[in-house]
Each structure stands twice: as C-alpha cells, then as structure tokens.
C-alpha cells in the first residue's frame, strides 16, 4: 500500500509560521517527499542516448522493503537519475492531458521517498543531487559532490540479466558493501544512484544488508531531454542533508514544525498521531 498525504486545511497563509496544517498518512511508517509545485522553466543540458528503467527497493522496517520506478538518462555528458513518480510530477505543469500509457507509468512508479535522493544529475565531474523536501512547495534542496572514484573490485564470476552477459563487482561506497552485475554490451559507464566507472552499463546492485537494491527493468534507445528546473534552491552539504533526512524521520513533528502548528494523523482511523511518532531510519548514506 502507497502512502498518500492529504491535505486537509490551512488556516492562513502556506508560507505563515503560525499557520496550521493537518496531514493524515495511509503509511505511519514513512513520509513521502513534496512536489516543487510552481512553475519554473528548464534548461536541457543534454540529450539521452539510452534510456534504463529500475526496479528500486529499500528497506523501510526490519521485514519490509518498499518499491518504486526509476529512470537513467545517459546522455553524452550529462546523466541523470530520477524517480518516474517525481518525473510526471515535474511535468505535470507543462502538459493538459495524459495518455493511457504515461498514466500507466505514473502508476507503477511508486512514490517519490526521501530516503533515495530524487533527482541525480551527474558528469565526470561532479555529481549534482536535488531533493524535493515534504510540505515545502517553493525551494529544493541540493548540494554537489565531487564524481565518485569507485574503487571497484572485479570478479570472475559472471550471469546473464535480462539477455545481457554481466560481469559482478563489488565496492565499498558511502559507508556500504555494493555487489553489482554490469554488462560491457552497453559500454557506459554509469548505473543506478551513485554507482558508476565501471567499464559497462550497471544492471543489478544491491548493498550487502539488502537495504537497497536496483533492478533494471527495460533499456530502450531514446533520445530525450535531460532536464534541469530552474527551481529556487537552497544550497547545502551532504553532512546537512544527512541530519535534515534523520529529523525528518526520527522526529518529524519537530522538523516540520518550524515554529507553527503540523498535526499528523494515521488515515486509517483518523487518531492523531502524537510528538512521539518516528519512522524507521534506512539511509543510503551511512
């Protein structure tokens, strides 16, 4: 079951600190991440040559994981990584109606989370990560890390995924053991989150807790714009996102807060849930 947040009333104005804002969740057991929902232009900073889907799933309590869509774009210098739900939510603006098979994708998605970065453009030489936070609907969170030098470790162990002949890898990355299966049959060097270097395309990977793991799905030739909105933004550090994403779970009364009044229920019986309500902490980080 995808968690939904709803809305119910406001009292005064969005951006008011003593305004009151009432949120019920289908889910206790997460949040979802916010939309940027004003209009914004764009600039293309490239064009795709392939186009990769993935099956992500993450761990969001002790015996459950979550899944949801995403895509990679692979363009000549630019790559981007990004939710297929936050996508549609990105065009929603720009578009009067949907076709059967985009509201099919839309779908299937899943929700965006704040537990997987939503957006990650990358280049050989940096990578540039974008979060759309809860609640917030006119400024993003970003921040740039330098293009992650893997240090990968090859195997001579190999399979096939989806009819391509893969080669496994293993590294530690971000405080995680990765194994991954990637293919020099797609010779490009890019893959699923911050994974990358290798000399072909990544097609699994998962970290040995099995907290995260990344499935393709589908590669399809297709030329199409890697996107970047103009959105206002708020500059920050990774080490700052990582204690943004902790408050938001561990306490989220606190984080959302600012000052004014945020009242969470649980949608199913409508019972508020109180300042002691946390959300299990997964982070892709460690």
Same mark, same amino acid.
């Given at each position: 079951?995808?968690?939904?947040?709803?809305?119910?009333?406001?009292?005064?104005?969005?951006?008011?600190?003593?305004?009151?804002?009432?949120?019920?969740?289908?889910?206790?057991?997460?949040?979802?991440?916010?939309?940027?929902?004003?209009?914004?232009?764009?600039?293309?900073?490239?064009?795709?040559?392939?186009?990769?889907?993935?099956?992500?799933?993450?761990?969001?309590?002790?015996?459950?994981?979550?899944?949801?869509?995403?895509?990679?774009?692979?363009?000549?210098?630019?790559?981007?990584?990004?939710?297929?739900?936050?996508?549609?939510?990105?065009?929603?603006? @720009?578009?009067?109606?949907?076709?059967? !098979?985009?509201?099919?994708?839309? @779908?299937?998605?899943?929700?965006?989370?704040?537990?997987?970065?939503?957006?990650?453009?990358?280049?050989?030489?940096?990578?540039?990560?974008?979060?759309?936070?809860?609640?917030?609907?006119?400024?993003?969170? !970003?921040?740039?890390?330098?293009?992650?030098?893997?240090?990968?470790?090859?195997?001579?162990?190999?399979?096939?995924?989806?009819? @391509?002949?893969?080669?496994?890898?293993?590294?530690?990355?971000?405080?995680?053991? %990765?194994?991954? %299966?990637?293919?020099?049959?797609?010779?490009?060097?890019?893959?699923? %989150?911050?994974?990358?270097?290798?000399?072909?395309?990544?097609?699994?990977?998962?970290?040995?807790?099995?907290?995260?793991?990344?499935?393709?799905?589908?590669?399809?030739? !297709?030329?199409?714009?890697?996107?970047?909105?103009? %959105?206002?933004?708020?500059?920050?550090?990774?080490?700052?996102?990582?204690?943004?994403?902790?408050?938001?779970?561990?306490?989220? @009364?606190?984080?959302?807060?600012?000052?004014?009044?945020?009242?969470?229920?649980?949608?199913?019986?409508?019972?508020?849930?109180?300042?002691?309500?946390?959300?299990?902490?997964?982070?892709?980080?460690?």
């Amino acid at each position: 079951m995808i968690a939904i947040t709803a809305i119910f009333t406001a009292t005064a104005q969005h951006h008011s600190l003593q305004e009151a804002r009432l949120f019920a969740y289908s889910r206790t057991d997460r949040l979802i991440i916010g939309s940027c929902d004003i209009h914004a232009d764009y600039d293309v900073v490239d064009t795709s040559r392939i186009a990769v889907s993935y099956k992500a799933t993450y761990r969001n309590s002790p015996n459950s994981h979550l899944e949801v869509r995403y895509k990679l774009l692979c363009g000549k210098a630019t790559s981007l990584f990004y939710s297929i739900a936050q996508h549609y939510t990105n065009m929603a603006r @720009y578009k009067n109606g949907w076709s059967e !098979e985009e509201l099919e994708e839309f @779908y299937a998605a899943g929700d965006c989370t704040i537990v997987i970065p939503t957006e990650v453009y990358t280049t050989k030489e940096e990578a540039r990560i974008r979060h759309n936070i809860p609640f917030t609907d006119d400024v993003i969170y !970003e921040y740039t890390l330098p293009a992650a030098d893997i240090e990968w470790q090859l195997s001579d162990e190999t399979c096939q995924i989806h009819g @391509y002949n893969c080669t496994k890898a293993s590294a530690m990355f971000e405080g995680r053991n %990765w194994v991954v %299966w990637f293919t020099t049959e797609i010779p490009i060097a890019e893959g699923p %989150w911050l994974l990358r270097g290798l000399p072909g395309l990544i097609l699994l990977a998962e970290d040995s807790e099995g907290d995260f793991r990344f499935e393709m799905e589908g590669i399809a030739k !297709e030329s199409e714009e890697i996107r970047l909105y103009k %959105w206002s933004s708020k500059r920050i550090t990774k080490k700052q996102w990582m204690k943004y994403e902790r408050g938001a779970l561990q306490n989220p @009364y606190s984080q959302f807060s600012q000052g004014g009044k945020v009242q969470f229920f649980n949608s199913n019986d409508m019972s508020e849930l109180k300042d002691e309500w946390t959300i299990p902490y997964y982070p892709i980080y460690k």
